[in-house]
């Protein structure tokens, strides 16, 4: 089976290229031209570049495949129109070039789904009210797959962690400090290391009953206290978790967007924070521990201690 890969170079796409190989499958990577594919090349992914909104370069990637991973896309961006044609417009580009596909796997997010109840993680059957634009994106995206003519799956992860993740630097940095300022301290998260990830992108792809959408993650949500604990853990220190008003984080990512306008790089955004403010945003994976032939075997909170021991 030959796999059309996008967001191949990505912190999550470098965990399921190897995922996808070792199945046995064949991987053409669409890659952007600026997108640096020489660690695809060398295990034998072939690259095709282009843009994902020109139906052009998508037709032309296309030729050949059996089945398409959407892992492309993203929601750090000034400009919403940047996070919508991200995550929404490359999916529909893909869908109008879909047409003699066995299989369509998009990877969304649990944003797209918007928080949580306390004490009660989402599942598949509730509605959906994303905060986010970037949530928002990525919900406007699952609705196209409706027109594929072939069987689709979307994957909806929480924040993921793991080697080549970034985005949890600046906990890191804090906890060195001693001090992690936290927005809801009691307030719950689910997780996912970026290797259990890619192993659900790639059985949702294999597994032959699959179909539709999917919470993975982790089976226990953590509290963000918790989170800060084990990061402080991580760093060999003992860590004082100190409520963080909202308005603060607000504030910040206010400052943020400024510093990037004068050419900063951009590290957060008032749209990001409109998913970090959210209480709760926690999931319930049971659909896809009984259904995908999956089940993650890291913990986020175990990982962050051993990694100290
Ligand atoms: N990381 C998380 O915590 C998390 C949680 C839930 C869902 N997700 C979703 O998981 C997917 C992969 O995330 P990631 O963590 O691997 O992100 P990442 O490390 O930032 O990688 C993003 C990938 O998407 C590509 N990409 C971004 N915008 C694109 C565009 N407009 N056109 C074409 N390619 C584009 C990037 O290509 P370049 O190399 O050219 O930049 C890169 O390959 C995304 O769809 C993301 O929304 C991530």
Redesign the pocket.
């Known amino acids: 089976m030959k796999v059309l890969l996008?967001?191949?170079?990505?912190?999550?796409?470098g965990h399921l290229v190897p995922r996808l190989l070792g199945r046995g499958l064949s991987v053409r990577a669409f890659?952007?031209p600026?997108?640096?594919t020489a660690p695809l090349e060398a295990q034998g992914v072939e690259i095709v570049r282009g843009?994902?909104?020109d139906d052009g370069d998508v037709a032309a990637a296309m030729d050949g495949v059996d089945a398409v991973v959407h892992?492309?896309?993203?929601?750090l961006a000034l400009d919403p129109a940047v996070i919508h044609?991200?995550?929404t417009e490359?999916t529909r580009t893909l869908v109008r070039h879909a047409t003699s596909l066995r299989r369509f796997v998009l990877?969304?997010?649990?944003?797209a789904h918007g928080p949580s109840r306390p004490g009660r993680p989402a599942t598949e059957a509730d509605p959906d009210a994303p905060r986010s634009e970037y949530g928002k994106s990525?919900l406007a995206a699952e609705r196209a797959l409706a027109a594929l003519p072939c069987p689709w799956v979307v994957l909806r992860?929480?924040?993921?962690y793991g080697e080549g993740?970034h985005?949890m630097e600046p906990l890191l940095r804090a906890a060195r400090r001693g001090v992690v300022p936290t927005v809801y301290p009691a307030g719950t998260l689910s997780m996912l290391s970026g290797p259990d990830c890619a192993e659900a992108i790639a059985q949702a792809l294999v597994q032959p009953e699959a179909a539709g959408v999917y919470y993975v993650a982790e089976p226990e949500p953590i509290t963000r206290r918790a989170m800060a604990q084990a990061v402080g853990s991580q760093v060999g220190r003992r860590v004082l978790v100190v409520p963080l008003p909202p308005l603060v984080v607000r504030a910040a990512a206010a400052l943020a967007e400024a510093r990037a306008r004068g050419g900063a790089p951009l590290v957060l955004t008032r749209d990001k924070v409109r998913d970090v403010l959210q209480p709760h945003q926690a999931c319930d994976p049971g659909r896809a521990l009984r259904e995908l032939d999956w089940s993650p075997r890291d913990r986020f909170l175990a990982a962050a201690s051993a990694r100290n021991r």
């Open positions: 996008t967001g191949a170079t990505g912190f999550l796409g890659a952007r600026t997108s640096r843009a994902l909104t892992a492309a896309g993203g929601g044609r991200a995550n490359t990877v969304s997010s649990l944003a990525k992860p929480p924040a993921l993740e985005r």
